[in-house]
């Protein structure tokens, strides 16, 4: 008890347009050290489940960042000949511009604090695969991002499909069903957890008791579900497989 399980996974969108992929999870080769199960991974289990959906890296259009936390952008690059590159050579990475200029920054002044942001996200600006983009950023009729501040300082969420027929990919705007029955309670990693709040019961306010699926990234399976209300707050109803 007292712990919270969190799983990390990249959302998949297919339209009849684009391949888009929303956060690329922590990725292989990187220095990690407190984080020992992602330190210096090897792995072929990303690769894998991309392969089982029928996709390989050349088919992803958009990688959308939701923000740029270590967890949500780790295989945005792999490692060849020495060198990081994009993985997906084909993309578009679609970055806010606030949040991008905030830890170009950072990394700017303190290299150390955010090396993922040296081996994860600078690669992708020397190669030229970056859209700097507002976080209210329209990028069809299927596909927009909505501005979901406070976990980080422009962070961004994705609504995908048709009203009425439609989800939000949460990116870290929520990290467990727990913050949808009490939206203040902040984590511990929040850039601004007020605002991380505040963010909470208005999105949750506009699609409560509506047919919108919330996505979350970092929910144990089922990781999908509606939002209904609970007295002064709302409710998670995960959807059943
Ligand atoms: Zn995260």
């Known amino acids: 008890m007292g712990r919270i399980v969190l799983c990390i996974q990249s959302y998949i969108v297919r339209t009849a347009h684009h391949i888009i992929l929303i956060d ?9 050290p407190q984080v020992p199960f992602w330190n210096m991974m090897r ?14 890296v050349r088919d992803i ?20 000949n020495g060198r990081w590159v994009p993985t ?12 991008l200029e905030h830890w170009t920054s950072r990394q700017r002044e303190n290299p150390e604090s955010c090396p993922w942001i040296t081996d994860s996200v600078l690669p992708i600006l020397e190669a030229r695969r970056e859209e700097r983009v507002k976080s209210d950023h329209v990028l069809d009729e299927l596909v927009r991002l909505i501005p979901t501040p406070g ?3 422009d962070h961004y969420s994705v609504q995908v499909g048709k009203p009425g027929e439609d989800g939000i990919v949460t ?10 029955r009490y939206p203040e309670l902040g984590m511990f990693t929040d850039y601004n957890s007020q ?7 208005r999105l949750f306010e506009r699609i409560c008791e509506t ?3 919330l996505c979350g990234a970092h929910f144990a399976s089922p990781s999908v579900g509606r939002i209904v209300r609970r007295g002064s707050a709302f409710d998670f109803v995960p959807m059943s497989d």
């Open 171 to 180: 990116g870290d705007m929520i990290h467990t069903p727990l913050q949808v």
């Open 151 to 153: 976990h980080t300082i």
């Open 195 to 201: 605002q991380a709040g505040e963010t909470r019961r």
């Open 88 to 99: 997906f050579p084909r993309a578009k990475y679609l970055f806010a511009d606030r949040e």
């Open 211 to 213: 047919t919108t699926l």
């Open 24 to 32: 690329s999870c922590v990725g292989n080769h990187k220095p990690r």
């Open 61 to 80: 259009d958009f990688v959308m960042c939701t923000h740029l936390h270590v967890d949500h952008v780790g295989w945005n690059t792999r490692l060849e």
């Open 43 to 56: 792995t072929d289990r990303y690769e894998r489940n991309l392969a089982a959906t029928g996709l390989t």
